[in-house]
């Protein structure tokens, strides 16, 4: 069966909402509309306003309520409609969100997942390409996970719904429309496991949600240069599967990680920092970094020269492989 | 002439309608039509150039023409505008060129005009977080005893976020001279308003705020101006701020992109277009004999140019340099920065060369 | 006997007093007396342990017993309540334990109660952030038909934070049944109400979200507790929420930190002491002869146990295990807070060898 | 002349409202009280309710009205109570305040100042010793600085906000007592620039705001062991002076990057990968990090324990030196 990212998202919340009476999903737009990107599409149909319903424009408040609801007993599934609409909730996912749970000796838990639509590439407007997941993944107590393909974006979506603390989804969405030949549903994914998505020898590519794509698609030209690269895909950015990293750059000597958000203090850097730390005396060279340029995100006509690319991926391997 | 609003009764009546005597001759009443006609073939450019991917998204303006011109109409040349993606009409009524509004929506640049010299913050996207912007931009002009205002247009939707409420606390606590004009278009996207808000108008958040509110037909220019007139005027005077809610109706859907037959019926919207801001307006220009056929045509013609010229600055526009995607982070461009456009130079002459 | 409050007209002036026949028979007014008394000597008693460095700072309810009690008094078991860093003495009122409650103050942990169990979220101390999860709450209780009532307190000040706003506005269009409970105590740290909002009331906002507003003495505690109950009663017929003002007056610093001289004078405290809502109720109960010398006696005697477990407990309390603070972060500890917690393990074993 | 750091950031908000009158100070509490630490006292009595104010309690408010000041042409100077309590504002700050310049080509430029006491060490409660730098520096268009010192605390406060754009001030409030026998006024030093505070040639101890204080402690004590370290001060944390960092480490081969705040994704990964990128064949060892643990940070009671301390740092340079 092939589906896409946005029909095994739309899917799994189908299926997760089925499977457990708790989950209620709501945001702006979600309801009637079934989502600016339909990824709710048919959900209040199916199982009406209490299950699935809109809101007000107010992401505090659409994030804050559904920490009362989590509080409650319900599990709830709300959607920020784009990464840039996400930034008024912050002071309620760093404040609450993150620290419920420990500030209450472990007493209260958060069962609650806000998908985000994130990074560019669809020639949209200011504000609708972000990728803010720095943010999230430096915030101790958060769960972030972006799924690079549609197998994964509806196992890890059905792994975070069930999951006993509040996971920030984020979805890569330029990759909506990426298809998988896929038998849903697929088992859940735990969270917290990353993924050798082709195995090589010559360095690692470490990505996640939309560069995923990206790294494949780089790995693939790379063979016509002899150069068999391993990608692996985070998913699960925090907490980050170490492991899984330093086993292949042990092997690899190499890695280069790759991301759109900017690069100054972004994720990269962590990748970069944890992997030397772990496996120093391994590395023939420094991590290479190819990421988003530290500007704010560029307007439509010109982003496709901010977006990291299969030929500055090559050429971060090229420069990898000249130490 | 005389504008007919209705000042909002706290307890969610409706006042006695307050007329205010318009200071406009006949000149300026026509020009007010011709700048809501002008809007109107600017924003059936905008769609067409949409279809035709000169731009990549447009937010309709069509209907609520008379809520944008009205209200920015009433601003003096000093005063300042913060509208939002939906107000290209009026921005264009306060004479920023149409070719550098569209900037954002062809995706040129964020903001293609130069705000400083427009007195017109760019175009914001994310909802009411202008607000605050215009209200400290009063708090300034009021500590420096400049006698200008700020006008900021806010959805319906907008108006659900903390930052209006803020931005209004703020204007009121510091009498900030700002009017926050809240276009009740009935939708945030898919929303309606009766799932946006419980109290019958929006307009009743005012009294929380220690300020009037003034709650007007959007679809009647004059109602729109002279509510907007008086506000600014007060506000000029010392008076503070005002909330005014202007009822219309977006006839085409929230963007370009969107599809509203998920969520209303064609039927409501011809209910709608039968309350033509533009329709009614000029049925009273010509039962006062303000307006002939001639002058229709010269604005028809002033339309058809301004059209044309959207369509020769538009389409097949270049992309511009991306290089300039590191100019104008800082004042005075980074190494950090220095080092990436370097890169990205590198990029760009090594693709020419295999070109 | 019979609360009174105001419901505000919308105007800013206040509708003719209503009445409320309150069922509360002797011994439950004696009670109510009874934990605000309690509530004050816990206080003082806080007030005291901070001196002496037991806890790390406090922030005082005194003068605000009447409207913090009489309001958490009206919820019925099952209901929740929301509660503020200021609200030691509601949540004490609750019957919280008092020790659990000052785990904040005390810097032993962010929240020593268990909220499920109580019914009580943590103090919180971001302004304002509370009041959506108090709205969340009850959308949930709501859409799955279980009658309880979320109540929610809030400072003057925390009702200028934008969550203020988009809390009220949501409870107003989902009609969950939550109740806004704003202590305006005057102060906002050293921000006085006049430079906090330009309206004379607080609770002139509820009619712009559509839902009743309230004014009511907050240093009469049958009136806060008439017009929360009926507030309550309401949310839980399915009336939707309800936002209360209780005008009251903090008599104490903004916590034991603050100076308050900086910014009010004896003058303005004393004249607020002269409106005592202990003993404005002690004088009622005493015209009606509901108390006697043996029942104040009793209560004192309850008061100093208290305060004696309060010393006991808080008065040189060991630290805690500094390698709990990796325990709680998740339901599963990563692998990553593993590695810390063994480092920090392994720090506390070699100072501990070498002590 | 001794002065703490308290006064020198009061002294540089005098001097600056006196040479230049289109400094606004304004925040929660500033005005009557002079502020929770007292940093703008008397600035009220001296310049009047014009050019310093109390607000209501509206953070976003704050900085959103802050942007409209300046783009009348003030230079606002907005003071958020506590880092908890600067999140509210953070749309604001990463939508507009970090992108106006960029969004109107050039043409608008937003010369304001955010000033954060952040850190803890305090023994305050919840939310009241939070270290977000991360969140700024990752921020494409912030500039964001700390000082570590009274002098510098004076002179950056001063560059800050005569800087064309909008900085992100973050005050280490635990040394806000903290003396230093220097002379006010002292020139403004430059935004952008890092400070060797110490020589040395065994290791490079790399902090800034509240640890340059501890990094110095440890590199005094480590002379016991023989060990000279070098201690630069970062100061301006966004745009990031890696010369100066590069130049030391190249000397040193050895770095340990020192701060409050959560490691994960936090800034000291930044200057990990960065130093890892420019200093490679220099490396006698992976640059280590000593900073916060990732958690909430902590009660009162146990926040010693969490905190960085010049054993933390001296482990982590024996552990450098064991590669
Ligand atoms: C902070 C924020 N949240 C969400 C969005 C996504 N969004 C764009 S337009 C819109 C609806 C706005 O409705 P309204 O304020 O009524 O304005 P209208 O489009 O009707 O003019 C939404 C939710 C946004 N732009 N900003
Ligand atoms: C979001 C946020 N901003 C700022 C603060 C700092 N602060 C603590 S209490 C306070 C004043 C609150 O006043 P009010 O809401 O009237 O409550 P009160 O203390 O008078 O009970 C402020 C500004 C905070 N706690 N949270
Ligand atoms: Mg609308
Ligand atoms: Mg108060």
């Not at chain 1, 702006?28 to 209490?50: A, K, P, S």
């Not at chain 2, 293609?112 to 912007?133: E, K, M, N, Q, S």
Request: proline share 6%; charged share 20%.
């Amino acid at each position: 069966m092939t589906v896409t990212m946005a029909a095994a998202l739309n899917t799994a919340l189908r299926d997760a909402m089925r499977d457990d009476d708790t989950v209620v999903v709501y945001g702006e737009d979600v309801g009637r509309l079934g989502g600016v990107f339909r990824i709710t599409d048919g959900l209040q149909q199916e199982w009406g306003t209490e299950r699935c319903f809109d809101t007000p424009v107010a992401e505090s408040g659409i994030v804050g309520t559904a920490i009362g609801m989590a509080l409650y007993g319900l599990r709830p599934v709300v959607e920020m409609q784009f990464d840039g609409f996400a930034y008024p909730a912050l002071d309620q996912v760093i404040s609450h969100v993150a620290k419920y749970r420990n500030r209450t000796r472990g007493t209260v838990g958060l069962p609650m997942v806000i998908r985000i639509p994130y990074g560019g590439g669809i020639g949209a407007v200011e504000h609708h390409s972000e990728s803010p997941e720095t943010y999230y993944a430096h915030t101790a107590g958060l769960t972030v996970v972006s799924p690079g393909t549609p197998g994964d974006a509806y196992a890890l979506l059905r792994s975070a719904i069930a999951f006993p603390d509040p996971v920030v989804f984020l979805e890569p969405k330029r990759r909506y429309w990426l298809k998988e030949d896929v038998e849903l549903p697929v088992d859940g994914e735990p969270i917290g496991r990353a993924l050798v998505r082709r195995t090589g020898t010559t360095a690692t590519l470490i990505a996640y949600g939309p560069m995923v794509s990206t790294a494949m698609e780089a790995a693939d030209t790379a063979t016509q240069d002899g150069w068999e690269l391993e990608v692996i895909d985070v998913r699960t950015l925090s907490p980050l599967d170490s492991d899984t990293l330093a086993t292949s750059v042990t092997k690899t000597g190499r890695a280069i990680v790759v991301h759109e958000g900017p690069r100054f203090a972004g994720y990269g850097a962590e990748i970069a920092a944890t992997l030397t730390e772990r496996v120093f005396g391994h590395l023939a060279a420094p991590v290479l970094r190819v990421t988003g340029f530290d500007v704010p995100y560029p307007p439509a006509k010109i982003e496709r020269h901010y977006l990291p690319t299969a030929d500055r991926i090559l050429d971060a391997v090229a420069h990898a492989l000249e130490y | 002439m005389t504008a007919v609003w209705r000042d909002v009764a706290p307890d969610g009546g409706l006042r006695e309608p307050c007329s205010y005597e318009l200071e406009l001759d006949p000149a300026q009443l026509r020009d007010l039509y011709r700048l809501m006609a002008l809007g109107r073939r600017v924003d059936r450019q905008a769609i067409n150039l949409t279809r035709q991917g000169a731009l990549g998204v447009y937010a309709s303006s069509l209907g609520q023409e008379a809520a944008q011109v009205g209200a920015t109409v009433a601003l003096e040349q000093d005063d300042w505008l913060f509208p939002t993606y939906r107000d290209t009409v009026g921005v264009f009524a306060r004479g920023v060129d149409i070719v550098e509004i569209l900037a954002l929506f062809q995706g040129s640049w964020h903001c293609g005009f130069d705000p400083l010299r427009c007195r017109v913050a760019p175009l914001t996207t994310p909802l009411a977080t202008h607000a605050p912007h215009a209200t400290g931009l009063a708090m300034a002009a009021r500590l420096r005893h400049d006698p200008i205002v700020a006008l900021t247009f806010l959805g319906d939707g907008a108006a659900s976020e903390g930052d209006s409420h803020e931005a209004m606390n703020m204007a009121a606590v510091f009498q900030a001279p700002v009017v926050f004009v809240v276009q009740n278009n009935h939708y945030a996207i898919s929303v309606p308003i009766d799932l946006q808000m419980h109290a019958s108008s929006i307009a009743l958040r005012a009294a929380g705020y220690g300020m009037p509110g003034v709650l007007v037909d959007g679809n009647d220019v004059l109602s729109v101006y002279g509510a907007t007139r008086a506000a600014i005027d007060r506000a000029r005077a010392g008076g503070g701020p005002t909330l005014i809610e202007a009822v219309t109706y977006r006839i085409e859907p929230h963007t370009t992109a969107d599809d509203d037959t998920r969520y209303r019926s064609a039927v409501e919207i011809d209910a709608w277009r039968a309350r033509d801001p533009l329709e009614r307006f000029l049925a009273l220009l010509r039962e006062s004999d303000m307006v002939d056929d001639a002058f229709l045509a010269t604005v028809d013609a002033e339309g058809e140019t301004i059209a044309a010229r959207m369509r020769d600055a538009l389409f097949g526009a270049p992309d511009g340099d991306p290089r300039e995607m590191f100019d104008h982070v800082y004042a005075a461009k980074t190494s950090q920065l220095q080092a990436q456009q370097t890169a990205l130079d590198r990029e760009l002459s090594a693709t020419e060369e295999t070109e």
